[in-house]
């Protein structure tokens, strides 16, 4: 049996009549740049996640660099990331001018330890980067506590984890803003790159928006020196599509977690611990072994595809070498990133494929 690490089939065929119905009616209105598409979306979508606002955007990276400048983050501040998280996260920083401050993660979770962060905080630290990563919300409680503090924005990279809870409230709506990707494989992805910018923040919204329309709210008239950044009608109205089904792509995908979670018993593997006060999306399963490299080899001869997020740290990665760190600087991740295997798991995967993965990781040894 072959089952590929990810794919999209059953999820498109679905949608695919109402799909194309869609692009026709898009088509025929001859308007493909901040349309009545995105209009909709970006108020659909605020809605989902009980929010007052919505910008739709270019990518994830980009909502988070909007934010950012946004928020009048740049030359000289500091902000707090985790050292798990996909290179974007501290890119965003990068680009603002800023400098990623890295905090390790909880070995349990992978997500950003608050015990960790005070430590972290400077004069010159300004706002702090939560990831929910893997679809698990970070604690975001402890965090939002440490930020009023020191008077700090708490920032959510949601990319991972739309539809996610934390202790019954939505990702989205538990910080200062919010990013989100809607890169094909998220849990509510588009056909290419996406994203959007979520916030209560009626100021900060005002400035994103023209910010990623050249710096202009209206033509030819530049306030800022922004950039072309926008989230495209046929991208919105896919995503709008989705957006009706993302309950019940998201409870398939708890349910394969769950048989997971139930079925994998072997003492060389390490299952994701899920903690009760939230609702993971479980946008990627993945499990530890220090024995990746043999388990990832056996279950592709089984044809099982696997993936690696993330195995090379971003304070390990070239981009970053003039920050001038070291193997052990950050341990916790680097135990992290030489032992995560990502299992495939997307809607629509049949009961046979589930316990076949399963069967085949309980039989290596």
Request: some cysteine.
């Amino acid at each position: 049996m072959n089952i590929p690490f990810v794919s999209f089939e059953p999820m498109h065929k679905e949608i695919e009549n109402d799909f194309m119905e869609k692009v026709r009616e898009v088509y025929k209105k001859n308007w493909f740049i901040k349309g009545e598409e995105l209009e909709k979306f970006e108020r659909e979508f605020a809605k989902y996640c009980n929010a007052d606002y919505c910008i739709g955007c270019g990518n994830g990276l980009d909502a988070l660099y909007l934010i950012l400048k946004g928020y009048g983050i740049g030359k000289g501040d500091e902000v707090l990331v985790p050292s798990n998280t996909f290179i974007a996260t501290a890119l965003a920083v990068t680009y603002a001018g800023a400098i990623p401050i890295f905090v390790e993660p909880d070995i349990e979770t992978y997500n950003i330890n608050p015990g960790l962060m005070e430590q972290a905080i400077s004069n010159n630290t300004k706002a702090i980067i939560a990831v929910h990563l893997y679809g698990q919300p970070a604690e975001m409680e402890q965090i939002n506590r440490i930020a009023k503090k020191y008077n700090l924005k708490v920032i959510e990279d949601a990319a991972q984890a739309h539809g996610a809870l934390y202790k019954g409230k939505k990702v989205g709506s538990l910080g200062d803003a919010a990013a989100f990707s809607f890169y094909p494989g998220k849990n509510l992805g588009a056909l290419g790159d996406g994203g959007a910018i979520v916030t209560n923040d009626k100021e900060l919204t005002h400035k994103v928006r023209a910010l990623g329309n050249y710096g202009s709210h209206e033509k030819y008239h530049h306030i800022y020196k922004g950039t072309n950044s926008r989230l495209d009608e046929i991208q919105a109205a896919f995503l709008r599509i989705k957006l009706t089904k993302l309950e019940r792509y998201n409870s398939s995908r708890k349910m394969i977690a769950n048989k997971f979670i139930e079925g994998i018993n072997n003492s060389k593997i390490m299952l994701p611990v899920k903690k009760d006060n939230l609702e993971h999306v479980w946008h990627l399963f993945v499990i530890r072994s220090p024995y990746r490299k043999e388990l990832q080899q056996y279950l592709d001869s089984y044809g099982i595809g696997t993936s690696i997020h993330y195995p090379i740290p971003i304070h390990l990665q070239k981009a970053y070498k003039d920050f001038g760190f070291n193997e052990g600087d950050y341990p916790i991740v680097e135990k992290i990133s030489n032992e995560i295997l990502s299992l495939p798991l997307w809607y629509g995967m049949k009961e046979r494929e589930i316990n076949y993965v399963v069967d085949i990781i309980n039989s290596f040894k």
